[in-house]
C-alpha cells in the first residue's frame, strides 16, 4: 500500500497534529530540568507549523473517505463554504418546492425525490393522476403511479448536483495541496519522529523503574556477573506486586557453568530468563529489576529454551534443538551469556544425557558464562570434575506425597525429579498415579520388568534392560570401582557394581589416558561413549 494514499494518510494527518501540539510543553520542560536529557529537548523541532496547517485545514472528525467530502474546516476555502452552502441548501428548497406543489395541485400524497439513475422526480400516485399540472413531464412509469420532472427542477438538479461534484474535487485538492506541504518537511518530521521516539523509551524506562522499584546497574568490562534480589519483570508484573520471589545470581572466576535442577514448574526457566532479561536491560542503559546488580559486559546472550518443531522444513523438536545447540557452541565466547533449557530432552535418556553432559563440558571449556537447567541428575556430578562448575536447584517443600514449589534457588543439586508430583497437580487421575508409583517403584528397584512383573494388565508391555548411566559411572566401572548413584535401569536386573579390572575394562583406560578432551566436540564424545558402551557389551577387547 502507498504510504501517502489519502485513505490512510487521513487518520495520521489528525494523530501527527495531536502529537505535535505536545512537543512544545515537552521541549521546554526538558530544556528547564537541567537533566542530561536538555540536549536532546533542545535539538527537537516541534513543527509548530505543520500541527497549525493541519489544524487549519481538516475538520476534527473527517469522513472515513477524503474523496467524499467533508474533509476540509469551514474557514479554509471561501470557494469551498460557498459551494457547501449551495449544497447544503438543497434539502430545503426540495422541502420547499414539495409543499408549494401540494398546495398548487391539490395533490397531499405529491413528493419530491431523488434517485442515481433519474436525478429529482416529483411523483404522484395513480389516483391522483388527473390533477397533475400541464406543465409536468413525464418521467418514468410505476406501478402504483407516475414520476414526473419539472424544467424548474431539472435546473435545480444541474446546479445542485454540479456544486456537490464540484466541492468533492475541490477538498481532495485542497487535501493533496496539505500533503504536499507536509511532504516537503519530511526529513524534519521524520528526525523529530526519532527524537521523539528515543524520548518515549527513556521516559518509559524511567517510569518504570520508579513504578516497580529498579535499581541502577553496576556495569563493567569484566565478566563477573553478581544480582541480588533479580526478580523477573514480565512475570512480576503479572502476578503482582510483592508475589514473585527474588533469587540471587552470580557468575566470577570461580563459577561460570550453574547447573539447575528440580522439578518441572519450580521455576528453573523463569529464573534463567530473568538473569537474560536483567543483563539485557542493564546494556540498554535501563535500571533493572534487583536489590543491587553488578553487570559484566555480555558480547551476545544466546539461548536455547523450549521446544518446537519446524514442518515446513521437515526439522523435529529434537533437531531444531541441536541446531540451536551447535549454533551457540560455534559462535559462542568467553564473554557471552548462555541460557541453556534441557538440552537433550528431545531424544532417549542416555543419548540425551550423553548429550547434555558433553555440552555442558564443552561450554565449561569455552569459559562461557552459562545457566544450564536439567533433568539429568547425573550431572551434578561435573560440579567435582568441572573447575568452574556449579550446582544449584530449585526449592521445594514435601510433605504426604505432595509438593509445594517455593521458587527459591540454593546450592546442591537434587536427585528426584518429582514428575509423578507435578503430574498430580497437574491434574492426572489418581488411578494413573497410583500405577505410576507402582512402575516407578519396580523399576527403583532395578528388577528386569514386563508384564507379569510390573502387574497383569494386558496392555502393560514392559522390557526395560537398557542400562541408563552417566559418562562417570561407565568410566567408575570399568576400571574398578563402585557406583555408588542409583541408576534408573540395570542389565541383567542387577547394579551396575564391578570390582578388579579386565581385559576390556584395561584396554578402555588406556583408550581414555590417550584422549585429548580439549579437542573434542560433542558430536566425537557422543560417538566415543556409544562406541565403548558397545565394546563393554560385547566383551570385545580390540580398541582399534
Known amino acids: 500500500m502507498d504510504p501517502w494514499d489519502a ?11 495531536d502529537s505535535l501540539a505536545l512537543l512544545p510543553a515537552v521541549k521546554e520542560r526538558l530544556i528547564g530540568s537541567g537533566h542530561p536529557l536538555a540536549t536532546m529537548g533542545q535539538q527537537i523541532d516541534p513543527l509548530t507549523s505543520v500541527e497549525s496547517d493541519i489544524r487549519a485545514v481538516l475538520v476534527d472528525a473527517p469522513p472515513l473517505s477524503v474523496r467524499d467530502g467533508g474533509v476540509i474546516r469551514s474557514g479554509y476555502s471561501a470557494e469551498i463554504d460557498e459551494l457547501r452552502q449551495v449544497a447544503g441548501s438543497g434539502k430545503e428548497w426540495l422541502t420547499f418546492i414539495e409543499q408549494r406543489e401540494r398546495d398548487r395541485t391539490g395533490i397531499r400524497s405529491l413528493k419530491v425525490g431523488f ?110 556477573l553478581l544480582i541480588e534480589g533479580g526478580r523477573h519483570p514480565v512475570v512480576e508484573a503479572s502476578v503482582g506486586p510483592g508475589v514473585f520471589v527474588p533469587n540471587d545470581t552470580r557468575f566470577d572466576e570461580k563459577q561460570s557453568l550453574l547447573l539447575i535442577t528440580g522439578p518441572n514448574m519450580a521455576g528453573k526457566s523463569t529464573y534463567m530468563r530473568q538473569v537474560a532479561l536483567i543483563v539485557l536491560m542493564a546494556q540498554i542503559g535501563s535500571f533493572v529489576p534487583a536489590n543491587r546488580a553488578i553487570i559484566g559486559l555480555a558480547d551476545r546472550i544466546f539461548t536455547r529454551v523450549g521446544a518446537s518443531d519446524d514442518l515446513a522444513s521437515g526439522q523435529s523438536t529434537f533437531m531444531v534443538e541441536m541446531t540451536e545447540v551447535a549454533h551457540i557452541l560455534h559462535h559462542a565466547t568467553e564473554r557471552s551469556l548462555l541460557i541453556l533449557d534441557e538440552v537433550g530432552r528431545g531424544t532417549s535418556t542416555y543419548d540425551g544425557m550423553a548429550i547434555a553432559w558433553s555440552v555442558a563440558e564443552a561450554v ?13 541428575h547425573e550431572l551434578v556430578q561435573l560440579e567435582s570434575t568441572l573447575e568452574r562448575a556449579a550446582c544449584y536447584n530449585v526449592a521445594i517443600r514435601e ?15 537434587v536427585d528426584k525429579s518429582y514428575g509423578i508430583q507435578v503430574a498430580r497437580l497437574a491434574g492426572l487421575p489418581s488411578s494413573v498415579i497410583r500405577r505410576a508409583h507402582e512402575i516407578l517403584s519396580t523399576l527403583e528397584q532395578g528388577k528386569k520388568s514386563t508384564a507379569s512383573t510390573i502387574g497383569d494388565a494386558p496392555s502393560a508391555e514392559i522390557a526395560l534392560t537398557e542400562p541408563v548411566v552417566s559418562p562417570m559411572m561407565l568410566m567408575e566401572s570399568a576400571v574398578g570401582g563402585e557406583v555408588d548413584q542409583l541408576a534408573l535401569f540395570y542389565p541383567n536386573g542387577e547394579p551396575v557394581k564391578k570390582s578388579g579390572k579386565t581385559a576390556v575394562s584395561e584396554r578402555l583406560v588406556n583408550q581414555l589416558t590417550r584422549l585429548d578432551i580439549n579437542r573434542m566436540t560433542p558430536l566425537e564424545a557422543l560417538t566415543w561413549i556409544a562406541k565403548a558402551q558397545k565394546k563393554i557389551k560385547q566383551g570385545d577387547g580390540s580398541w582399534d
Open 399 to 413: 510433605s504426604d506425597d505432595t509438593i509445594v514449589f517455593l521458587h527459591q534457588i540454593r546450592p546442591g543439586g
Open 7 to 17: 485513505e490512510v494518510f487521513r487518520q495520521t494527518l489528525l494523530s501527527l497534529a
Open 364 to 376: 565449561h571449556r569455552m569459559g562461557a558464562r552459562a545457566l544450564f537447567a536439567t533433568h539429568y
Open 115 to 224: 434517485t442515481r439513475v433519474f436525478g429529482y422526480y416529483i411523483e404522484v400516485s395513480r389516483a391522483q393522476l388527473d390533477n397533475v399540472p400541464a406543465d409536468y413531464i413525464r418521467k418514468q412509469t410505476l406501478a402504483n403511479g407516475e414520476r414526473f420532472i419539472t424544467p424548474e427542477l431539472k435546473k435545480y438538479e444541474e446546479t445542485i448536483i454540479g456544486a456537490e461534484e464540484k466541492l468533492k474535487q475541490l477538498e481532495y485538492q485542497a487535501f493533496v495541496e496539505l500533503r504536499g506541504r507536509i511532504v516537503q518537511v519530511l526529513t524534519t518530521l521524520q528526525k523529530t519522529a526519532h527524537q521523539v521516539a528515543e524520548l518515549d523509551v527513556w521516559l518509559s524506562m524511567a517510569h518504570i523503574a520508579v513504578e516497580r522499584g529498579y535499581v541502577r546497574p553496576e556495569v563493567h568490562e569484566g565478566t563477573t
